[in-house]
């Protein structure tokens, strides 16, 4: 009798699923798609990147996409290690796992880019906007770890947030919450991509910035190292106020204010714990941030002045660790079981 217990328990032991201990995140970027194996701990196994721009058609660009997943995985422990896929995407719909509509992207209309990987890799894929993907990331592994109220900016080609409300996600009703860049701020003002004009985006993201910036040289004859740049990008204006130039000063000084006011109106709603920015423009440091806090204080709800903390992300690899939270949290699914 004993013997035989000693058997059924052996076999129930052997009956157990395998818990697989490996998600895949991807982003998917104007410049770049980088994907990469997580483990539980969140570390990154292997990861590697192509040309977004390379691949204009959607079809093209999903099947080489799932393609080079497929040679990764393969690569490193294979299928069988691997659970679900999380992808971060502009303009990307959690609820209907779509990319919706980008002003930005190359690829126009409704994407219904979860749905296609999963049909190539036979597993569960979850698709959210690059700001939900790295609210999830900051939220796990970054700054905003134990925060439970908190809102994460992107700042980049365009401009979106994410807000986390009483520790959970907001989404709104059709999944569109937190589009903060196509927020009017200057009436009948710029045209932005989404077609409305006047959005905080087309001031704060990088388009707009170049546009300030030639909006400056063009108010004053003064000399700038601007004038003379080969091409002139956020990146390249922010190192030259580093050097001194007192016109590339003036343009973040303008793009930190319109932010400061776009955030002000923001947390004047949902009194939030921090802003936490993140994406290549936040890292102009001073330069953007000074004017910024300064117009948010001069302009947000008296009764929360003072209180809203505006930090910069300093997590490495947040957009694909953010994937790979999005991933632990859709239900599994395989074909291959």
């Keep these: 009798m004993k013997i035989c217990d000693n058997k059924r328990t052996i076999d129930t032991y052997m009956e157990q699923p395998i818990i697989k201990k490996r998600v895949v995140g991807v982003d998917i970027s104007l ?3 980088t994907y ?28 080489v ?10 690569q490193n422990g294979g299928y069988e290690s691997i659970r679900s896929v999380g992808v971060s995407a502009p303009s990307s719909n ?3 796992g779509c990319m919706e509509n980008s002003p930005n992207m190359p690829w126009k209309g409704i994407i219904p880019i979860a749905a296609m990987m999963r049909d190539r890799l036979g597993l569960a894929v979850a698709l959210a906007n690059n700001a939900t993907v790295i609210a999830l990331g900051e939220h796990a592994f970054g700054c905003a770890h134990g925060m439970r109220d908190f809102v994460v900016i992107t700042l980049g080609s365009g401009m979106g947030s994410c807000l986390f409300s009483n520790g959970m996600v907001h989404k709104g009703l059709d999944g569109y919450a937190g589009e903060i860049g196509h927020t009017c701020v200057v009436i009948n003002g710029r045209e932005c991509g989404c077609g409305n004009k006047g959005c905080l985006e087309s001031y704060t ?3 707009g910035i170049v546009l300030t910036a030639k909006e400056v040289l063009a108010e004053t004859d003064k000399p700038s190292l601007m004038r003379d740049a080969e091409k002139l990008t956020p990146k390249t204006i922010a190192e030259f106020c580093k050097q001194g130039d007192e016109l590339a000063i003036e343009v973040y000084r303008r793009t930190g204010e319109m932010l400061g006011i776009g955030l002000a ?3 004047s709603i949902i009194n939030p714990e921090a802003f936490i920015l993140t994406g290549g423009i936040s890292k102009a ?3 953007l941030l000074e004017p910024a806090k300064e117009a948010f204080e001069r302009h947000v709800f008296h009764n929360t002045r003072g209180k809203v903390k505006l930090l910069v ?3 490495e690899s947040r957009d694909i660790l953010g994937a790979s939270v999005l991933a632990w949290e859709v239900r599994e699914y395989s074909l291959f079981k």
């Design 31 to 33: 410049e770049y798609t």
């Design 205 to 207: 993201a990088a388009k």
């Design 94 to 96: 959690f609820a209907t």
């Design 285 to 287: 440091g001073q330069w």
């Design 65 to 74: 996409l799932c393609d080079r997943i497929i040679d990764l995985v393969e």
């Design 313 to 315: 992300s300093d997590l």
């Design 36 to 63: 990469a194996i997580v483990d539980v701990r969140g570390d990154i196994v292997a990861q590697e990147r192509f040309s977004t721009q390379d691949y204009p058609d959607i079809n093209q660009f999903i099947a």
């Design 265 to 267: 109106n923001y947390a």
